[in-house]
């Protein structure tokens, strides 16, 4: 599939005052990211880490946020792409087929965990001819509550707030004003500068000493080494290795654990309020991070995640649903003073389904075990102790009420999802740990196992809607049953999970292929939209039915419906199947490329023979 988009028409790349969430790159250092906009602003960046407070924040706010912007005068197009197996973005403003301004973004990565670099380099380039620019930068300190001093010395300038810091280094002339500094700027033709955003730092010093040249190629061997380790060569590699590199950022290298979305609060729906923290590492995720990875032989990535993991829930005693990155014990979840994106409000810092029971969060964590082990990796008896630890917890909770997988905030119900997750684990365990020939109480999970079938099939499935409900007495289906096949707790192929596809097919599916997840009322206002990582269920129990053609098809769709640089947000709108929506980019998404990409790969090397 060809992967270039085309031109941008900049004017057309908006929705009112902001910049549609899918006209944005990023650039990632495994330490934190930054959102980079096809009109070369960056609107989102938090440092020195993913779940710092923003510096940049405009796309949660245009008139009051912070951004960094570099851009023409004059009205042109715009093309953007990464360099070739690199996070680093360039982005070109175009006129008349020539690139008249050429941006090329990064933040420095080292190969040593104990080395950062809170800082954006940015090379701008005037190829072909004079051009007019402007440079702007406007700072934002604890969400616009703190106001900043601008201290300037020949090198840049430095803005300063309560224990915040934030300077621009760079040989182009600015002035300061209004708590921003900026200029327009005529760069002569062949003419190049670069400038530095620097956080955290007392004195701006001259823009050679932070070595961008040395940054940049150190940045682009690191990531080009690594994307060397990736183990595919079949279809949709474009796609893979861009999920890939997505996902690598997204690992916060000094404790391993990974994010969810380097972003908060982008609204599932415009208008409402889904919005919602991501820069937190979710359980639930383990599993598809753990498989995805070793499916295209990363298995140093995945073993080092698990058994972070494992260290993290240890350390706590007991499993929480979500975990900060940095090893805090405590999730506070408040609201900003940001006008959100859209005058989608409210903001939101922190994430109260920390507090939630999630059941199959247990599951979760055993099934990414498992799908290690058959990966090849390395169960230790530690581990294989930790997996046992967990099943001692989840036979005494499993007959709970929950909050489940889509974290309603009503009242806890006997959800489906969390029963057959639950059924997973010790089914998983029993054949993991025998295959190993660890001990353990098989007698007694075969029984709990046994238990949750019996009761799933007696209590979950409706006779008369004909489909397994979204929870024990509902009439209505969840879109997450689409797992069902992919745990192996029902063929694909049993009249009852037919029939519970066809009303998911009826109820939740839109022809684009994409799936609503429930439409009952969960109490929050407005409806929900597209819920990208369901397709990729989808597509997967379509090649366990053999309809490997009509899977091709849905996943090319989804594909085409990624942004110019095959990067996804959490979601896209269900009735015009255009807008992403959701926080940018979502690693789940990217973990669903990767595996159902792989799966196809195989089922159509299979049909061809």
């Known amino acids: 599939m060809s992967t270039y988009r085309g031109l941008y028409d900049l004017r057309k790349a908006y929705n009112l005052d902001y910049l549609?969430?899918?006209?944005?790159?990023?650039?990632?250092?495994?330490?934190?990211?930054?959102?980079?906009?096809?009109?070369?602003?960056?609107?989102?960046?938090?440092?020195?880490?993913?779940?710092?407070?923003?510096?940049?924040?405009?796309?949660?706010?245009?008139?009051?946020?912070?951004?960094?912007?570099?851009?023409?005068?004059?009205?042109?197009?715009?093309?953007?792409?990464?360099?070739?197996?690199?996070?680093?973005?360039?982005?070109?403003?175009?006129?008349?087929?020539?690139?008249?301004?050429?941006?090329?973004?990064?933040?420095?990565?080292?190969?040593?965990?104990?080395?950062?670099?809170?800082?954006?380099?940015?090379?701008?380039?005037?190829?072909?001819?004079?051009?007019?620019?402007?440079?702007?930068?406007?700072?934002?300190?604890?969400?616009?509550?703190?106001?900043?001093?601008?201290?300037?010395?020949?090198?840049?300038y430095l803005f300063s707030s309560k224990n915040?810091?934030?300077?621009?280094?760079?040989?182009?002339?600015?002035?300061?004003?209004?708590?921003?500094?900026?200029?327009?700027?005529?760069?002569?033709?062949?003419?190049?500068?670069?400038?530095?955003?620097?956080?955290?730092?007392?004195?701006?010093?001259?823009?050679?000493?932070?070595?961008?040249?040395?940054?940049?190629?150190?940045?682009?061997?690191?990531?080009?080494?690594?994307?060397?380790?990736?183990?595919?060569?079949?279809?949709?590699?474009?796609?893979?290795?861009?999920?890939?590199?997505?996902?690598?950022?997204?690992?916060?290298?000094?404790?391993?654990?990974?994010?969810?979305?380097?972003?908060?609060?982008?609204?599932?729906?415009?208008?409402?309020?889904?919005n919602w923290d991501y820069r937190y590492t979710w359980i639930r995720d383990t599993a598809y991070v753990i498989e995805s990875l070793s499916l295209i032989g990363l298995k140093d990535e995945a073993t080092k995640f698990l058994y972070d993991i494992m260290s993290t829930v240890q350390r706590d005693g007991k499993v929480k649903t979500i975990y900060p990155i940095n090893g805090d014990s405590q999730i506070v979840e408040e609201t900003v003073n940001l006008s959100g994106y859209m005058n989608s409000s409210p903001v939101r810092i922190g994430n109260k389904a920390s507090e939630q029971l999630q059941i199959d969060q247990y599951g979760s964590i055993v099934d990414a075990v498992f799908r290690f082990q058959e990966a090849g990796g390395l169960v230790t008896t530690y581990l294989w102790d930790f997996i046992i630890e967990i099943l001692d917890t989840l036979k005494e909770i499993w007959k709970y009420p929950d909050s489940s997988i889509w974290e309603f905030r009503s009242e806890p119900k006997h959800y489906l999802y969390s029963k057959f997750i639950s059924w997973t684990a010790f089914h998983r365990a029993i054949k993991m740990g025998k295959a190993l020939g660890y001990s353990a109480p098989y007698i007694e999970w075969h029984r709990i196992e046994n238990e949750i079938r019996a009761e799933i099939m007696e209590k979950g499935y409706n006779p008369a809607v004909k489909a397994f409900t979204q929870y024990y007495g509902s009439d209505q289906v969840d879109a997450s049953v689409l797992r069902m096949p992919l745990t192996g707790f029902?063929?694909?192929?049993?009249?009852?999970?037919?029939?519970?596809?066809?009303?998911?097919?009826?109820?939740?599916?839109?022809?684009?292929?994409?799936?609503?997840?429930?439409?009952?009322?969960?109490?929050?206002?407005?409806?929900?939209?597209?819920?990208?990582?369901?397709?990729?269920?989808?597509?997967?129990?379509?090649?366990l039915l053999g309809k490997v053609k009509d899977a091709k098809a849905i996943f090319e769709n989804i594909l085409r419906h990624s942004n110019h640089l095959m990067l996804f947000s959490e979601e896209i709108d269900f009735d015009g199947c255009e807008e992403m929506l959701g926080n940018f980019p979502q690693a789940i998404t990217h973990l669903g490329v990767i595996r159902a990409a792989i799966k196809l790969d195989n089922a159509l090397r299979k049909k061809s023979l």
Not at 166 to 178: A, D, F
Not at 501 to 513: F, Q, T
């Open 20 to 156: 549609k969430i899918a006209n944005h790159g990023f650039i990632v250092n495994n330490r934190t990211a930054a959102l980079v906009g096809i009109d070369g602003t960056v609107d989102w960046a938090c440092f020195p880490n993913f779940n710092s407070n923003p510096v940049f924040d405009s796309i949660l706010d245009s008139k009051n946020g912070g951004y960094f912007k570099t851009k023409p005068v004059k009205e042109c197009s715009v093309n953007q792409y990464y360099e070739e197996s690199t996070n680093i973005l360039i982005t070109e403003f175009i006129e008349d087929g020539h690139v008249i301004l050429r941006l090329t973004d990064f933040l420095p990565v080292s190969w040593y965990s104990t080395i950062t670099f809170p800082e954006i380099h940015r090379f701008i380039e005037a190829p072909y001819s004079d051009v007019d620019i402007l440079l702007d930068l406007k700072p934002d300190f604890n969400f616009g509550s703190s106001h900043a001093k601008i201290h300037e010395n020949r090198y840049g």
């Open 164 to 274: 915040s810091t934030l300077g621009i280094s760079t040989n182009l002339k600015l002035q300061k004003g209004n708590g921003r500094v900026y200029n327009q700027i005529t760069m002569k033709k062949e003419e190049y500068e670069w400038v530095v955003i620097l956080s955290g730092i007392r004195q701006i010093g001259n823009v050679k000493q932070y070595r961008s040249y040395d940054r940049i190629e150190e940045t682009r061997k690191y990531w080009r080494a690594w994307t060397d380790k990736i183990n595919y060569s079949g279809l949709y590699y474009d796609y893979i290795l861009r999920s890939a590199l997505t996902l690598k950022g997204l690992f916060y290298e000094p404790t391993g654990m990974m994010v969810a979305a380097p972003t908060t609060s982008l609204p599932e729906t415009l208008g409402g309020e889904r």
């Open 490 to 543: 029902i063929s694909a192929s049993d009249p009852r999970f037919v029939s519970t596809l066809a009303k998911v097919e009826h109820d939740l599916k839109n022809p684009c292929g994409m799936f609503l997840r429930y439409v009952n009322d969960d109490g929050l206002k407005e409806h929900d939209n597209a819920f990208l990582l369901l397709s990729f269920w989808y597509i997967e129990d379509l090649i």
